[in-house]
C-alpha cells in the first residue's frame, strides 16, 4: 500500500507535488501549534487566576466560568486563525507553484525549439535566481551550439564548393575521352592527374584539420633547437626559386634557445607559411627571421609578394578563405593550411600573428615558449 501511494505521488505534476508539500508543511505548522495551545494554554491561565488570588483578587467562585470562556474564546479563535491562515496559505502556495511552474513551461517550450533545429532560442531572464542561473548557462550552450552547427553549415558548403572543381575537371577530361572528342595525350594525363592529386591533397588536410580542431592531432611537445629544422627549410625551398624569382635568406642567430615544441608540427607549419610565400612573391625577398622576447621565441615569415587587403585580414586564418586579390584558386592551395597551422601553433602554446599591405607583402609570425 505505502509503494502505491508512493508511485501515485511520483505520478503528480511537479505543480502539484509543490502544492501538495506547502500544504502539509502549513497543516503540520498549524497542528503544532493547536496541540501545544491546547495543551498549555489552560495551565498558564489558571496559574495567572491563582497569582491574582494571592494579589488578594476573589476568583473563587468565577474561576470555572473564566476558564471555560477562555477556553471557549481560544476554541473560536483557533478556528478563525487557522481558516484564514489556511487560505492565506494555499493561495500563496499555489501562485508560487503557478509562477515556478510558469517559468518551467517557457523552458520546455524553449528547449523544445531548440531540438527541433531553431538554434536562435534563448530562454529569458527570470527573477528566481536559481532559474536564472540555469537560463543563463542554457543561452551560453545554445550560442556555443549555434556557433558549432554554423561552422558545420559553412565547412559543408565549402568542401562541396572545393571538391566540385577538380571533379568537374576530371569528369569533363574522361566524357571527352570516352567520346573521342580528344585524343590521348600525355599531357591529359598530367592534368588529370593534378587535379587527383588536389582531391588527395584537400581530404589531407580536412582530415588533419578536423583531429587539431577536435584535440585529437598528437602532440609531442618536447626541448628542441629549431636551428637545424630552419636551416634545412630554408635550403630546401631555396632549390626550388628561379633564378629571376624571390631571394630566400635565413636571418637568425648562430645559437638559438631551446623551445618548448613538436619539431614535426613546427615544421608543418614553417613549410605551409615559406610555401605560401614563395607562391606569391615573384621578385623581392623571403625572409625566415627569429628573436627572442621575454619567453617567446618568435619565427616569421616575411615577403615582398602580392600582400593581403587590410579587410580581409580578420579572415585569413579561416578555413577556406581566399582573397582575389592575393591568394588565387589555382595556386596550388586547398585554403586551409593556414586553418591547420594556426591550430597548430595553439596546441604547442604559441600564437600565430599577420600583418600585411596590398602590393608590398606580407609577415606572418609565430611564438613558441622557452624551455
Not at 576530371?170 to 600525355?186: F, H, K, M, Q, W
Not at 587587403?309 to 593550411?337: M, V
Amino acid at each position: 500500500m505505502r509503494k502505491m501511494d508512493w508511485l501515485w505521488a511520483k505520478s503528480l505534476p511537479l505543480a502539484s507535488r509543490l502544492f501538495l508539500s506547502h500544504l502539509v508543511v502549513m497543516i503540520v505548522g498549524v497542528l503544532s501549534l493547536v496541540i501545544i495551545s491546547k495543551v498549555s494554554s489552560p495551565r498558564f491561565f489558571v496559574l495567572h487566576l491563582e497569582r491574582l488570588e494571592e494579589r488578594g483578587y476573589n476568583l473563587f467562585d468565577v474561576r470555572a466560568e473564566l476558564v471555560d470562556g477562555f477556553e471557549i474564546a481560544w476554541r473560536r479563535s483557533t478556528v478563525w486563525s487557522v481558516l484564514v491562515g489556511a487560505t492565506a496559505a494555499g493561495g500563496l502556495s499555489y501562485w508560487v507553484s503557478k509562477l515556478l511552474m510558469q517559468r518551467l513551461k517557457e523552458m520546455e517550450q524553449i528547449t523544445q525549439k531548440f531540438a527541433a533545429g531553431q538554434f536562435d532560442a534563448r530562454l529569458p531572464l527570470s527573477d528566481i535566481p536559481e532559474l536564472n542561473r540555469l537560463g543563463v548557462s542554457f543561452n551560453r550552450m545554445a550560442t556555443s551550439i549555434e556557433g558549432v552547427e554554423a561552422r558545420r553549415r559553412e565547412l559543408i558548403g565549402d568542401m562541396t564548393h572545393e571538391l566540385r572543381t577538380p571533379l568537374t575537371v576530371v569528369r569533363g577530361y574522361l566524357e571527352e575521352l570516352a567520346d573521342g572528342t580528344i585524343e590521348p595525350s600525355p599531357e591529359i594525363y598530367l592534368r588529370l592527374t593534378k587535379e587527383t592529386k588536389r582531391l588527395e591533397r584537400l581530404v589531407n588536410d580536412l582530415q588533419e584539420l578536423s583531429k587539431a580542431e577536435a584535440g585529437y592531432l598528437p602532440i609531442n611537445i618536447q626541448s628542441v633547437n629549431l636551428s637545424p629544422l630552419l636551416e634545412s627549410l630554408v635550403e630546401k625551398f631555396a632549390d626550388q626559386l628561379l633564378d629571376d624569382g624571390p631571394v630566400l635568406r635565413l636571418e637568425c642567430p648562430s645559437k638559438l634557445p631551446l623551445v618548448l615544441a613538436d619539431l614535426d608540427r613546427t615544421e608543418q607549419v614553417l613549410v605551409n607559411l615559406v610555401g605560401n610565400a614563395v607562391r606569391h612573391t615573384t621578385k623581392g625577398s623571403i625572409t625566415v627571421r627569429t628573436w627572442t622576447e621575454a619567453c617567446h621565441l618568435w619565427i616569421a615569415v616575411i615577403d615582398t609578394g602580392v600582400g593581403i587587403a587590410k579587410e580581409d585580414l580578420p579572415y585569413i586564418f579561416e578555413r577556406f578563405w581566399r582573397s582575389d586579390k592575393s591568394r588565387d584558386r589555382h595556386s596550388g592551395g586547398t585554403g586551409i593550411g593556414l586553418t591547420i597551422s594556426r591550430r597548430l601553433v595553439e596546441l604547442q602554446g604559441g600564437q600565430i600573428q599577420v600583418e600585411s599591405e596590398l602590393g608590398l607583402g606580407s609577415t606572418f609570425r609565430f611564438f613558441l615558449p622557452l624551455a
